[in-house]
């Protein structure tokens, strides 16, 4: 028999809080999902310059027309068409001295009653990229032609923040990166805090999906051994949205949050090649830090009342592992393989938020970290209480045939299960640990050297531990890039 209490974030006598929930659930996934897609079709500058020229400067734009149609968690279909200009400009002088700065702007199009909250269809825009990059090495050979020993280079400003496999950190920061090389040891060390406008892991925060303020300083120290880079890093979190405060009504009652989340991580692990065809990523990570507790409690009539919210200790894991091959043949073949682990937390409702999180007086083993990791397109859940297996292949399958030569196409298969069965992910689930399998295919095609396409289709077929009626999941994404 299915017990069907694990609703998020409270009970499931509260229907209109939990469809809030979903909702905010449903922002967090949809910012993942495109967040994905833009780190496979996003058009990068290329920054590798001669130290041997002078001045480089290159500009330009483009442009972009995207559809999307996805089944959220509560099974409603959504429909959107997004159109995005995007203008960036690079200066180096000298190879040492580097600038760069990307403005994107956008028009989004929901179709009716379809927009994830209040807001809907409409314009937007922001500054992704903005940094200055000064490298000391480049620096001495331009100027007095000296070869440095090692190296040292210092970015300031905003840029995407990403470290090892991404398990903990891929994050856009305002802030401080320093690289340090010498010899075969390389140290890079990281101070900042997110943009305002990043979405917050935390989904029931009051404006977590437009106000964020967590500041992050860490530490990552490799070296190479031959063909392996191994790596230890420390990172540490701090919340600085502790004034917010939400208050549930209930009708003659409510329910006050307040939230503080505040992480250390410990990593270690390693990438670099096993072969000349075979390449490898692991990562683990052990969590500490604190956290408030959650704010409602049960009463012996089913119903919930106000909790005094606790400081308790975080103790928490997270382990990634990637294989990649490349098969010698002219259609550039290639299989993957991944193992991904996330410990979870039986007495939480949430995996992510505080609303409906940690209980009262324990350790919260429930990891929550601030990296991308690939949860499928059609489920991308997000990484706790999580066993994910993924099987890809990909390859370019007509190399010979001039306007199809650029043309890639694969597929992505999961298995998802929940680590701890009777722990919650980010949705309503049972205490089954079965949550499903998933298939993603995908085309990327570079048409003209300005032109490219971008095709997506997932479908999730959920498993025991799924509440909803056992419907396929489908997410649908269409993309055209114009540069120039």
Known sequence: MRQTYRLIPIAAALLSIGSEATAQVSVERFERQLEQIRQDTRVRADQNIPVDQRTFVDFGAYASFNYLSLDDPALDNRGMRQYDLTAYAHVNLDGAHDFFVRAHGFYRDFNPGDAFDTEGSGTDGRLDRLYYRFDLARYLE?????????????????DLAFWANGLTLSQEIDGVVADLQLGQMALQIIAGRTPSDSVDIDSSRPNFDDHTNRAFYGALLSTRIGTHRPFVYGLIQRDHNSDDESTLDLGGSSITTRYNYNSEYFGIGSTGALTDRLA??????????????????????????????????????????????????????????????ASGDSDRLSSTNTLGGNKSGTKDNSFNGFGLVNTGLAFATAPSNLFVLRGSVSQFPFPQIQTLRRMQLGTDLFVFAKLNPNGPIDEPTTDDRMLGYESDLFLNWQMTSDVSLALRYGAFFPGDAIISDGKIRQFIYAGVTVAF
């Open 142 to 158: 331009s100027t007095s032609g000296k070869q440095a020993g090692g190296d040292i280079s210092i970015k300031v400003g905003r």
């Open 280 to 341: 490898y990523g692991i990562e683990a990570v052990y969590e500490t830090g604190d956290t408030l507790s959650n704010s409602i409690a049960r009463t012996a009539g089913g119903g919930v009342s106000q909790a005094a919210q606790t400081r308790d200790d975080i103790c928490a894991w997270a382990f990634d592992a990637q294989l990649v091959y490349l098969v010698p043949d002219i259609r550039h073949t290639r299989f993957s393989g991944e193992l991904l682990l």
